[in-house]
């Protein structure tokens, strides 16, 4: 590779920013909803994040799963006697459902052809009878369904839904199994349907058509015999869930228009009585409980920080209380125990210690065209103005809140200040925000990447000879668009699992990919070529002046990194300063907390080089 030119030849320093990755912290939480004795916690005790039965009454954790790559994503069986998970060995995002016991015991595969490949999405019923999961083949889903036999090693007798040229993905299953809610993988407009509900037994479908419904949330009431069932659609350019009674057969409208911002549903309470939501506007969460017999709003006391992750672990649980993942800015994640009454939280599960943190600022500035545009904003103590990274969220449908952020705070340890953008792409801001960049991935997103950068020289912040650009995954990808379209503006781009050409990412990623991608580029790489082309970062190597640092897993199925090596061997190939670094994982670093220090201890080794590091920062508190 060419080599990275060093204006200062400093190293970061070897502060405390390891411990804040490798603290003792769960990752997620849940219950199983007709046995409250029994939970599942995600946590990184053993060293990489894995699935660990939790005894919610001594508070025990006893460690279910282990592999290399970790086991972030799992479900437990509503009576708390097994757990499921996908068997991915090589962190690459496809492998087979497998089945473990909450006990111990050994795991048996769900379904009894094995199949492996890249799950869209799964669920189990209420009473725990049938297990249900969406794996995307060619141009259309498979529908694995299968019979759970509660006593036996194995599941019982399965069968296949075949849904050719259809793009769906399971969402839920009613408390008896019978009805299974499955979701459209792409945005669809308002007059068509956008969720599909089959009838598991004789295979009858129904359309439900919601005004556009972006993909999302389904929930059917967890009452047995209740037809009742939840999806998130678009009410006046906001996500809000829509009630549809089977037994009547019309959607029913909820008192919700007091609350701001999105909606989204986290769980459905026993008696079928009550819904847990959550609203978040302009980046900021609160909680609420909506009673839907007398449909009214009652709002938990207002917390900081953000409750759940992967729009999950928040659910009811026993005594009238509320189990959830809670974190901010400066304290990470915990498992807390709300009273859903007065609001009182307690830590159930603790984090260990982590060193003092700085907070997160939320700011605001314009874009190219006006438009407003959030962020978050972390700076070293001390006076400015200080080498600063601007960095891109994945995504791009998705939200920064005020979150526990190690490498954000691993940043500021070394002297820099750390921008996170809220860019055009992001939900919680409306739909016309959230839909921007549809037909034209990357244009508008880089403008507010753009904008962040002038706004933070206008307040004295940084200097234009400062500034980087970073991001994982959609933002890796971003900021190496950033890096070819605005060449004059970056010091130096990093980026991890970065889509660097479009039409790569359209032949390589697993067929879980497929339908994201077309929505993206509202059709086939053949029909809107020049579009894929114009977006791909590839197309503008030649542009490039900034070092450009790249890091990706060789088994990574979601983002193929055969695209990053062509765009590092073309930028080696004109003679442009580029490092490319390969990791034996897939797409989901997180998982595996080493290997985030690993990443970060690059980035502030490359970025210190370019631009050095403040001698006079202070150690945050």
């Known amino acids: 590779m060419c080599p990275i030119p060093s204006s200062r030849q400093s190293a970061p320093p070897d502060a405390d920013w390891r411990a804040r990755f490798t603290c003792t912290a769960p990752a997620g939480v849940d219950l199983a909803r007709r046995n409250h004795r029994r939970g599942l916690v995600c946590s990184n005790l053993s060293g990489s994040l894995e699935q660990y039965a939790w005894d919610v009454i001594t508070g025990s954790l006893r460690q279910l799963t282990d592999r290399s790559t970790g086991t972030p994503f799992a479900m437990i069986s509503p009576d708390g006697r097994h757990v499921f998970h996908v068997d991915d060995e090589l962190g690459s995002g496809a492998g087979a459902w497998i089945r473990i016991p909450w006990d111990e015991g050994e795991p048996a595969s769900l379904f009894p052809d094995d199949p492996a490949g890249a799950w869209s999405g799964a669920a189990i019923s209420h009473d725990g009878t049938r297990f249900a999961a969406s794996l995307a083949r060619g141009a259309g889903s498979l529908i694995h369904i299968v019979e759970i036999d509660q006593n036996g090693p194995r599941s019982g007798s399965a069968r296949v839904i075949a849904l050719e040229g259809e793009d769906w993905s399971v969402r839920a299953l009613s408390a008896d199994g019978r009805s299974l809610a499955l979701a459209s993988e792409t945005a ?13 037994d004789s295979g009858k479908r129904s359309f ?6 972006p993909p999302g949330v389904a929930l059917f009431s967890p009452r047995d015999g209740d037809a009742r069932l939840i999806v998130i659609a678009f009410r006046n350019g906001r996500r809000v869930p829509v009630l549809f009674d089977f037994g009547v057969g019309i959607p029913v409208e909820l008192a919700l228009d007091a609350l701001a ?33 007398r449909d009214e709003t009652t709002p938990l006391p207002r917390s900081s920080g953000t409750f759940g992750a992967w729009g999950s672990s928040v659910c009811f649980g026993p005594r009238n209380q509320i189990l959830a993942l809670w974190q901010d800015s400066t304290h990470p994640p915990e498992v807390v125990a709300l009273d859903a009454a007065s609001g ?4 159930v599960v603790a984090a260990t210690a982590a060193p003092p943190s700085r907070p997160w600022r939320s700011i605001q500035f314009a874009s190219s065209d006006g438009c407003p545009i959030q962020g978050w904003l972390m700076e070293p103590r001390g006076s400015g103005p200080f080498p600063t990274v601007v960095h891109a969220h994945g995504g791009p449908d998705g939200v920064i809140t005020d979150i526990y952020s190690p490498d954000a705070q691993a940043w500021v340890d070394a002297g820099f200040a750390f921008v996170t953008v809220n860019y055009r792409g992001s939900t919680t801001f409306g739909r016309e925000f959230e839909e921007r960049i549809l037909g034209q991935p990357g244009r508008w997103e880089v403008e507010d990447l753009v904008a962040a950068r002038a706004w933070l020289i206008g307040e004295g912040i940084t200097v234009a000879e400062e500034v980087l650009v970073a991001g994982v995954s959609y933002g890796g990808y971003l900021s190496l668009l950033a890096a070819g379209v605005r060449p004059d503006l970056w010091a130096g781009a990093m980026a991890i699992a970065p889509i660097a050409d479009w039409l790569i990412q359209a032949e390589d990623a697993n067929e879980t990919m497929r339908p994201w991608t077309l929505t993206l580029f509202g059709g086939e790489p053949a029909d809107q070529r020049h579009q894929y082309l114009v977006s791909s970062p590839i197309t503008y190597a030649a542009w490039v002046s900034a070092p450009v640092l790249l890091i990706h897993g060789r088994h990574d199925t979601t983002v193929p990194p055969r695209q990053t090596e062509l765009y590092a061997a073309s930028l080696r190939d004109l003679g442009k300063p580029v490092e490319l670094v390969w990791f034996d994982g897939g797409h989901l670093t ?17 970025a210190s080089r370019i631009v050095g590091r403040r001698d006079d920062r202070a150690s945050p508190a």
Not at 193 to 200: H, K, R, S
Not at 264 to 290: K, M, N
Request: proline letters at 4%.
């Open 590 to 606: 997180f998982a595996d907390p080493s290997l985030l220090v690993q990443h970060q201890a690059l980035m502030l080794e490359f």
């Open 344 to 347: 009182a939280r307690r830590t």
């Open 208 to 213: 439900v058509t919601a005004d556009g419904s």
């Open 188 to 200: 669809v407009p308002a007059d068509q349907p956008a969720t599909l509900v089959i009838d598991t």
């Open 261 to 293: 911002g999105d909606v989204h549903v986290f769980d459905w309470s026993a008696d079928g009585e009550r819904i847990l939501v959550s609203t978040t506007e302009h980046a900021v969460q609160r909680l609420y409980i909506h009673d839907l017999a």
